[in-house]
């Protein structure tokens, strides 16, 4: 942060790892330029600390995506001071190098003495919540060890807490620096004891002891426990005119003294340093230019490589690992700017970390443009997370995997280590995590017969996936259609697999939850003579008995009720439950899905409306959408195998859905499809019967086309009652029937909540109507000083009730703000809908890599969560950037841009079912730079597309290809297809370049 030297937390794991301690956002503004690296010199004898907020002096901030650099000038005094941060890649230890340089600019030599360090190291072993609340007791844990000259590491004596049996550990944090100055290398001498530089009063304000010396002497002997320590170097000499000093410091987590002092003899290494710090750049180089992009905007070209950077860390990168596709890097978007998410990323080898559904789900939407080879495994990863009701865990971990017993353990690492050990061995015992197996493997020094990644392929083709993901709290009424998303992807690049993924057999299983939705009598109350929602999510006794028993897959519902084997269905089995479980949900107006679950749809900050009985119409939109793409792939011919459990609510939905059709009667279809809907539940509470039966195409088509109706039904009221799409509604009931465990909802009211955008969004994917973008611009939704899209209309009188977005101030966070992850799905659904002059006047005001650095004072490299719109009472703040750049806006980019650029679906069939290959780019003219755009296809291959004429792209399609193989040969093919093979060819990634002339 633009704080200090920068810095504001960092660590290892999670928060209770950190090494800096973590702090929110608000906070961090106050604490990190006193908290965070410093550097204190004394120049000819004269004290100067760079980067101090009372310096006055000209500051300058440079952000990479692999680095960030601070630099600050003190002309008087001849210095100029240039900070860069990196992490270390690729290597067995977590750590953060911090380079500090020092150059005279002065024509005169300088005597130069400084101190450059952390005033307050964690030792290892202090988590959040102690640091938070007994910061003062913990110091007498406290300890550093000096491992040598400039080295320190740092833990606590023994574990926390006041049990009987007390624990140590090997593990700890280190500090390790080194000096460079005239080529030489050396180690400086290390100071822990905060009162050796600040003095007895440690408020770190100013060294005292430091600056109070003529000429600072470290003390031969310090303090080394009962205090939170620091870690500074501190280094004497004189500099010549254009001389420079750098001091590099390593601080990280290592598994024991001697793996730090290893680490600190590399860091001395000549030129190591440097080597880290470009394998840095390298990696993120080589990472982000899977969307290398060359137009006639820079600012444009470098945002797509950051945005595509943001979204693997917030959803994960595709790797080979032994020829199969594994993912890492991804976790939840835990920050200083959103400090309430618990983030964790494992430091290990294929470093997996932890994140919710919807956000990783999302975050992966295009990756099979980038990585071909992922096929259908993330479909089938979040499908598989799907429950019996539809609904779906919260928190997403990291791919765990089983062994067939001991012997297959010890049998595989006999093959690929030389002596395994025991403990390696107890790992693979029980569910394991590979990066978590190398990573073992390399804290015990063990060698291998073969290799790291020959061990790592043997574990994931040896491995039977288990699932860990946690249910978290409530369950979204959004979730489960992403899931549309990833399965459209899949059809962009496979459509000759997509009928084969939807009617395997056995292709999914279902996520088995203790957590069940409460039937309306147990969740429906009456308070001062008004019925609300309460309680609606429960965890299950018996369930949660039951689950816990089973040694294997406890995740995964069974037959029998709970007492067989695991049930497996095919991909269209689930589809289909999800079209009887949420067309069951439709609101007694028949407009909008319910939330039914505590938990509103992506808008959290609408957190009251479950409680008024709320619905949203984004989610009846997103079942039209569903049903339309099972109406699109199903055939009558085909037959699918259902529980008859899942049979019977189906149909019966149906039935219920065509009776509406004709009485018009939705509060008695509520009632009706609402009862089917708790009777299906109570049924399959445990499991299912394990009874399937086969349902024939035209059957299942027939009840798809019913709920499809019925959804339409819905829209056409929402017009009708309201003149427009209106997102999210209160259903306030107005009569009722019994007491508590025995209401009856005879009759609601509904009221209509000011317009979101939300609403347009889904209506833009399903609705086709071409008014959409001007209902709009004329609506409250439009800021228009600003020239962007509110997440909402101004909510005025609105209840407090709906939730905390009506506490938050006009224009703030979630009310009224520019949410950019909303106003990118609403961009996006403009270019999806054919939309494109209304795209391209947007995007000038509303991509942030066009908006006006001084205003948006962040990066415009970079997203942020919102946008102040111009409600804020405020007005230096219209226009600003607020909380952390890791939200969904990356991913929706990142679609944006692919479809911009390549078109929905570069791969069809031809009327004979063969593969071809086109592009459909809907590129503005004036992103064509000299007639061309060049950018990276399937994040491989060039490719250019070439339009003289400078018009917009969506006007233009393709007259011929060049291609270009690997082994230099050029072939040129008239027309707007490429037909097999060499379609095949350029899905394979076989095609080194193509350049595309654009009629």
């Not at 010396?213 to 002997?221: K, V």
């Not at 254009?242 to 598994?255: H, K, Q, Y």
Request: hydrophobic share 40%; with cysteine; net charge positive.
């Amino acid at each position: 942060m633009n704080r200090g030297q920068g810095i504001a937390s960092f660590g290892v794991l999670d928060k209770d790892g950190a090494i800096m301690e973590f702090q929110p956002a608000n906070k961090a503004y106050r604490s990190t330029a006193l908290l965070g690296f410093r550097t204190f010199l004394k120049v000819n004898g004269t004290p100067w600390e760079p980067f101090a907020p009372s310096t006055g002096l000209p500051s300058a901030m440079r952000i990479a995506p692999h680095e960030f650099r601070i630099n600050e000038r003190h002309p008087r005094l001849g210095l100029a001071v240039e900070v860069a941060y990196f992490t270390v890649p690729q290597e067995g230890f977590p750590s953060l190098v911090r380079s500090v340089r020092i150059t005279n600019t002065s024509r005169r030599r300088v005597a130069l003495e400084m101190l450059d360090g952390l005033p307050a190291l964690l030792p290892c072993g202090l988590d959040n919540g102690v640091m938070k609340t007994m910061s003062n007791l913990i110091e007498a844990w406290c300890g550093v060890e000096r491992l040598e000259r400039g080295v320190e590491f740092y833990k606590t004596r023994t574990a926390l807490g006041d049990s009987t049996e007390v624990g140590t550990f090997r593990r700890g944090h280190f500090y390790a620096a080194t000096l460079t100055h005239r080529g030489r290398i050396s180690r400086p001498i290390t100071l822990v004891c905060p009162k050796t530089v600040f003095g007895p009063v440690t408020g770190f304000q100013t060294p005292q002891a430091y600056w109070a010396a003529a000429r600072f002497t470290p003390p031969a002997r310090e303090p080394r426990e009962g205090f939170i320590p620091c870690a500074f170097a501190h280094a004497a000499l004189r500099l010549a005119p254009g001389e420079t000093v750098e001091i590099s410091s390593v601080i990280g987590r290592a598994e024991s003294p001697a793996a730090v002092r290893t680490i600190a003899r590399r860091a001395r290494r000549r030129g190591q340093v440097a080597q880290w710090r470009e394998a840095n750049r390298a990696l993120v180089a080589d990472l982000t230019g899977r969307t290398a992009t060359a137009s006639a905007s820079p600012a444009f070209d470098l945002y797509t490589r950051q945005n595509f950077l943001d979204n693997v860390m917030r959803g994960g990168l595709a790797i080979d690992v032994a020829g199969r596709p594994f993912y890492v890097y991804f976790r939840a978007h835990g920050d200083t700017e959103r400090e309430y998410n618990d983030f964790k990323t494992v430091p290990s080898f294929l470093a997996e970390g932890n994140g919710n559904y919807r956000d990783i789900c999302q975050n992966r939407r295009c990756d099979n443009y980038f990585h071909p080879g992922i096929g259908a495994m993330n479909i089938l990863r979040f499908m598989d997370l799907i429950q019996l009701d539809g609904f779906n865990p919260l928190v997403v971990r990291a791919r765990y995997l089983r062994l067939k017993g001991h012997a297959a353990a010890r049998a595989l690492l006999a093959r690929h280590l030389r002596r395994p050990s025991a403990a390696v061995a107890a790992l693979l015992a029980k569910p394991f995590v590979v990066g978590a197996v190398l990573t073992r493997i390399q804290d015990e020094g063990l060698a291998y017969r073969t290799t790291r990644e020959a061990l790592a392929g043997a574990l994931l083709e040896a491995g039977l996936p288990v699932e860990e993901s946690v249910h978290g709290q409530g369950y979204w009424t959004d979730h489960w259609f992403y899931n549309l998303d990833l399965l459209e992807s899949f059809e962009g690049i496979q459509p000759e697999a997509v009928r084969d993924l939807l009617l395997r057999p056995g292709a999914c299983t279902w996520y088995d939850n203790a957590h069940v939705v409460a039937p309306r009598r147990d969740k429906v109350v009456e308070k001062a003579g008004r019925l609300w929602q309460a309680d609606a999510v429960r965890e299950d006794p018996e369930k949660r008995a039951g689950i816990a028993a089973r040694p294997v897959d406890p995740r995964l519902v069974r037959t029998r009720f709970g007492r067989g084997g695991v049930y497996r269905s095919s991909l269209a089995a689930k589809l289909l439950c999800l079209v009887a479980t949420k067309g069951a949900s439709l609101d007694a107006a028949g407009i909008g899905l319910e939330m039914e679950s505590e938990k509103p749809d992506w808008c959290d900050a609408l957190n009251g409306l479950p409680g008024r009985f709320g619905s949203s119409l984004s989610e009846t939109l997103e079942l039209k959408r569903l049903c339309g793409w099972l109406l699109a792939h199903l055939v009558p011919g085909d037959r699918v195998m259902l529980a008859v459990e899942i049979r019977d609510c189906l149909l019966g939905v149906a039935r219920e859905s065509r009776r509406v059709a004709r009485t018009r009667d939705t509060h008695e279809c509520w009632e009706r499809t609402t009862t089917l809907k708790e009777a299906y539940r109570a049924r399959t509470r445990l499991g299912v019967s394990g009874r399937e039966v086969a349902v024939d195409g035209a059957t299942a088509l027939a009840a798809v086309r019913a709920v499809l109706a019925r959804c339409d039904l819905g829209v056409a009221r929402c017009l009708k009652r309201y003149g427009t799409y209106v997102t999210y509604f209160m259903n306030e009931p107005t009569r009722w029937t019994g007491k508590a465990g025995d209401i009856r909802i005879r009759a609601f009211r509904q009221v209509s909540l000011p317009l979101y955008l939300e609403g347009f969004v889904h209506a833009l994917r399903t609705e086709g109507d071409a008014r959409i973008p001007a209902m709009v611009r004329s609506s409250g939704l439009y800021d228009r000083k600003l020239g962007m899209y509110r997440v909402n209309a101004p909510l005025g009188k609105t209840s407090h009730e709906i939730g905390r977005a009506k506490t938050f101030p006009r224009g703030w966070l979630e009310n009224e703000s520019i949410w950019t992850h909303m106003e990118y799905k609403y961009l996006l659904e403009l270019l999806r809908a054919g939309r494109y002059a209304d795209l391209s006047r947007d995007l000038k005001t509303a991509l942030v890599p066009f908006l006006d650095p001084a205003v948006y004072r962040r990066s415009i490299l970079e997203n942020c969560s919102f946008i102040v719109g111009s409600g804020y009472p405020d007005p230096d703040r219209h226009g600003r950037g607020f909380v952390a750049r890791l939200t969904g806006a990356s991913a929706e980019f990142i679609d944006l841009w692919v479809r911009m650029t390549s078109g929905k679906n570069p791969f069809t069939l031809d009327a004979a079912g063969r593969l071809r290959f086109g592009l459909t780019p809907a590129l503005p003219g004036w992103l064509f730079k000299d007639g061309a755009f060049t950018f990276r296809f399937l994040g491989a291959m060039d490719v250019t597309l070439l339009n003289p004429s400078g018009r917009d792209a969506w006007h233009l399609a393709p007259r011929s290809y060049r291609l270009i193989t690997p082994d230099g040969r050029e072939t040129i093919l008239p027309g707007p297809f490429l037909p097999e093979p060499w379609a095949g060819q350029v899905r394979d990634r076989q095609v080194t370049a193509l350049e595309v002339d654009l009629a």
